[in-house]
């Protein structure tokens, strides 16, 4: 079973195309770094433009790539939602359009379960699994007893996890987006240099919150003069990314051990973070549980895990109409 997964929910442009549900035989994504860098965060109307631009050469390499034509396809996959609604029309259309003039069968895919889906395209996790989705728009935690199966446990009061990053690196002129730029600084950081401050819950609760740490960082920032902040750079990075890291740990490891699930899953973008990688394994393994995470292609976003969740959905018999519509506050 061939399937085309389609994915422009925010600010790449994505496609691929799985095979059987397992074997990813392309999976081609542009991103739009440049093209936001300057703003420091995705400008919605720009996205959509360079979605348009970008989309038939990404879905026209994605099939090259996999040495197939469009007719070899057995269905298609594309996400309506949740993102920039702009941008989500993008792929819709296109995916509506060629499922409209050739009869190939097509599902809208919600973003969010292709997160948490995304790490059977490489590893073979049994359920139920703690799921934490960490990205620049999401800061979720689920326990996913299967495929279309998810528990809502809890999430953020305010910003994202991605976007706390984002919005550091961009108090710091560090660039965007700032994830991946903050995880490689502090690394020649001191963690321990600052103490910033941890947002804190009901013990039974899973909620996170990003503004304190955020607004923190920024009072820090104002205090300093520009040589101390150039000179120390690598340690505020890495006190941020640390206190970030901590408040992502310990609700995920408080779940897991609370719901006797011995297994936690990291997706989204900031699951790609060393540090975050790191320090989960670490205080899981001290709680007899393991810990998985994708790739970092297939934690940022990616048509790969949209094609798996849109093969999930094919195989259950779901299709979609021409009448589906992009649904930018879409839930799971
Ligand atoms: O999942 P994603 O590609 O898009 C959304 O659905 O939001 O996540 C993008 C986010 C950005 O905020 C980016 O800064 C963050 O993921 N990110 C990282 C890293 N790589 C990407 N955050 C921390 N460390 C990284 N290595
Ligand atoms: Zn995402």
Redesign the pocket.
């Known amino acids: 079973m061939l399937i085309l997964g389609v994915e422009t ?4 442009t994505a496609a691929a195309v799985l095979q059987d549900g397992r074997t990813i035989l392309a999976n081609v994504v542009s991103s739009q770094d440049q093209v936001h860098g300057p703003f420091g965060g995705v400008v919605p109307e720009l996205a959509s433009r360079q979605h348009i631009q970008n989309i038939l050469p990404i879905v026209d390499g994605a099939l090259q790539k996999a040495g197939i034509k469009l007719a070899d396809l057995d269905g298609m996959a594309v996400t309506y939602g949740p ?1 920039l609604v702009g941008s989500l029309l993008v792929g819709l259309s296109l995916v509506k359009g060629i499922s409209f003039r050739s009869g190939i069968p097509y599902v809208g895919v919600n ?1 969010l379960e292709a ?1 948490l889906l995304a790490i059977h395209l490489e590893h073979e996790v049994v359920f139920p699994y703690i799921a934490l989705l ?5 800061t979720l935690l689920y326990r996913v007893d299967g495929v279309a199966d998810y528990l809502f446990l809890g999430g953020t009061r305010d910003d ?4 706390a ?2 919005k550091v ?1 961009k108090m710091m002129g560090l660039g ?5 730029i ?3 600084l502090a690394r020649n950081g001191d963690a321990k240099a600052i103490r910033f401050p941890r947002a804190r819950f009901l013990k039974n609760s899973y909620e996170f919150s990003f503004s304190g740490i955020k607004t923190a960082v920024w009072h820090y920032l104002k205090e300093c003069d520009r040589q101390d902040i150039e000179r120390c750079q690598a340690d505020i990075a890495a006190s941020f ?1 640390e206190a970030v890291v901590d408040m992502l740990v310990q609700p995920a490891v408080r779940a897991a051990v609370q719901h006797s699930v011995p297994r936690i899953v990291l997706s ?3 699951a ?3 540090r ?1 990688r790191a320090s989960m394994k670490e205080k899981a393994a001290g709680a007899g549980i393991d810990v998985f995470y994708p790739a ?1 292609k297939f ?3 990616n048509g790969a895990m949209i094609a798996l969740a849109g093969y999930h959905s094919l195989q259950r018999g779901r299709r979609d109409d021409f009448q589906l519509n992009a649904d930018a506050d879409l839930t799971l």
């Open positions: 929910s925010c600010d790449d993102g973003h997160h960490a990205s620049g728009g999401h994202a996890a991605g976007e990053f984002d690196a965007y987006p700032g994830g991946r903050i995880d490689q990314q989204g973008g900031v790609a973070n060393s975050l970092p934690c940022t976003d």
